[in-house]
């Protein structure tokens, strides 16, 4: 099988391109002196090849082939083999990945994807709503009523806050039964289709459980911040859960792994079916150069996988609707949360302004 | 309860100090305008404080409070309260935390720590040595006859190499058992008391699989890297897993949260029993100071906890013993994987070498 491609931006003199280059080779496949390797099939088979490497600005780029074998088809080697131990050399950073055809076929993919989403929340031909429930710490009533207030305003997807968890004050499995209800009450009353996607959190056991009461009490989507359960968890998870995964960038900035190859393309190769970016312009300093890519990686043709949902989000406004739908495109998810509950008693109409501006 | 107390480096002006701390504050609890937030007890008990600001040489460091409510007790949302959505923001970097008293009873430690590793080697009063089987792709058989090179030279830990993990060549179970049969085998012989610690990895259904393995055929210890199978994982992984575990530094590294915060503190906190960290001089970039203060934090006393074995590695050699065990005093393991593995057919000799270098 072909090898995987991985694009690493050195920051280093140029003259020491090739041993850097073979240097990061060694480091992310066979990780030991090649004078010390006999066999001819680990050194033929095994050991990255360095594919390219093309002078920057500031350093240069190396592509290097990743046999798939050594990932085992599993999504935590996979993580280590493209970034594990270069992650501690700070002069590194990885910038793309390409997959051999075939190789994608070993991780779920988005299941739904855009498509999926549409089917769920009966949304056709324009860019989706999306808003949070906040602050955390409040009582379930509380968010139980904020969800109403969402829902006769025709939002198309509530999500938690991705720091509600599975604290005290809010614990998963009351807090899902109170929300969901209370959105289906509202959507019984207005005929909507307002979905709400509570947050997942913890290890392996807590996502199960996570899991069965949200298929026992009808929740339609999943709130899952990939880095912070853990990626092969974020992938386990998928067997349990039939709707469709929104993945949260909570602690995946902090790598030096470009955003786009993280929320764009490895998040929705294990699964994700809408992933949520810090949008330029608001708390975060992503540029709209890399907006663009995140959105453009997230969709486009590839392995034959869905295309997953984007969702520009991070201190959005409802004045930035028509910008965003410009610069992403029908097949995104706006999400804004504390721009509509700054809005206080206003909060019904702020949101129905919302939604109307996406519809127009 | 009082706050946890994380610290932050933000490299801004110094006169947005101010603005800046308090936006920190906003981010990493209720992440949306105090305005909108009519609770009391949201406000007094669930966002963060801004417990102070001091000027640093190129910006400013932030100490905020962390509700200790707001973690729900649990590693990945511990993660997030800490360094969830502040991750991307590429001027923000957490360089300390301090647990306030208690809150570390709701995380493992180390369950064996220096101590109970040193009780399993059977090594008193002076460093530990280990070494990894390398290269991954390698047959069993070949592993294993490695693997009874090192136990007969008496090394005292043997790891696999972090990149063999569950690949075809070598799946865990059938590597496990042969790798650890050559090493009892050649204890039988030395009367020694060399163990063997195969890596774990994928989800936690493979873990826990991984688990029953290991505890069937009296696998020792355990070697995890918490950040690639997920730190939540990593906490759960040890309900199954009688054996110390030791931690390996893939894909944690150049994260913007200092190394000592990561591989010493939360590592530990989140039960690591040993922890490996690049020492400098190698092949990665870290520096004498941040070597010494992972050490340093690894086994200060702290909150009731076992004290974490610290193992330098990453591109070390038998001439860097004496400067090693200098550096960081006999509660240490030294691992030498290439180092010796560069031997080649003087594999034994230069082991046993290693071996009585460290035992001077």
Redesign the interface.
């Given at each position: 099988m072909e090898r995987i491609l991985a694009t690493y931006r050195i920051t280093a003199p140029e003259s020491e391109s090739r041993a850097r280059a073979q240097?990061l080779a060694v480091?992310q496949?066979?990780?030991?002196?090649l004078?010390?390797?006999?066999?001819e099939?680990?050194l033929r088979?095994?050991?990255a090849t360095v594919e390219s490497i093309s002078p920057q600005a500031k350093g240069f780029d190396v592509v290097l082939g990743i046999?798939p074998?050594?990932?085992?088809r599993?999504?935590?080697?996979l993580?280590?083999?493209i970034?594990?131990?270069c992650?501690?050399?700070?002069?590194v950073e990885l910038i793309d990945v390409e997959l051999p055809d075939g190789f994608a076929k070993s991780f779920p993919g988005p299941r739904y994807g855009v498509e999926g989403i549409r089917t769920v929340t009966g949304v056709k031909g324009r860019a989706l709503t999306c808003t949070a429930l906040?602050?955390?710490?409040?009582p379930i009533e509380?968010l139980a009523r904020l969800a109403r207030t969402f829902t006769l305003a025709g939002i198309d997807v509530i999500k938690d806050?991705?720091?509600i968890?599975?604290?005290?004050?809010h614990p998963f499995e009351q807090r899902v039964v109170a929300v969901q209800k209370a959105v289906s009450d509202a959507n019984r009353e207005t005929g909507g289709n307002t979905i709400y996607a509570p947050t997942f959190?913890?290890?392996?056991?807590?996502l199960r459980e996570q899991a069965r009461v949200a298929n026992d009490h009808g929740v339609k989507m999943a709130l899952v911040?990939p880095m912070?359960?853990?990626?092969?968890?974020f992938?386990?998870l998928q067997v349990d859960l039939a709707i469709p995964v929104m993945a949260h960038?909570?602690?995946?900035?902090?790598?030096?792994m470009a955003p786009p190859v993280v929320l764009g393309k490895l998040f929705r190769l294990f699964g994700a079916d809408a992933t949520i970016f810090?949008n330029y312009g608001g708390?975060?300093?992503?540029s709209r150069e890399t907006c663009l890519e995140i959105t453009r990686v997230a969709r486009e043709p590839s392995h034959g996988m869905r295309p997953a949902l984007p969702v520009p989000a991070?201190g959005m406004t409802v004045d930035r609707v028509e910008e965003m739908v410009g610069d992403y495109g029908a097949d995104t998810m706006l999400l804004i949360?504390?721009g509509l509950?700054?809005?206080?008693e206003k909060l019904l109409e702020k949101t129905r302004e919302f939604v109307r501006k996406v519809s127009l």
């Open positions: 240097a480091e496949s066979v990780e030991m002196p004078s010390a390797i006999t066999d099939a680990v088979d095994v050991v046999a074998s050594t990932t085992g599993e999504a935590s080697q993580m280590n083999m970034f594990g131990n992650s501690m050399q700070p002069e906040k602050p955390q710490g409040s509380y806050d991705h720091g968890a599975n604290q005290a004050i959190s913890g290890g392996g056991l807590s911040a912070l359960v853990g990626i092969p968890a992938v386990e960038p909570a602690f995946a900035g902090a790598t030096r810090p708390r975060f300093g992503y991070g949360g504390g509950l700054s809005a206080r």
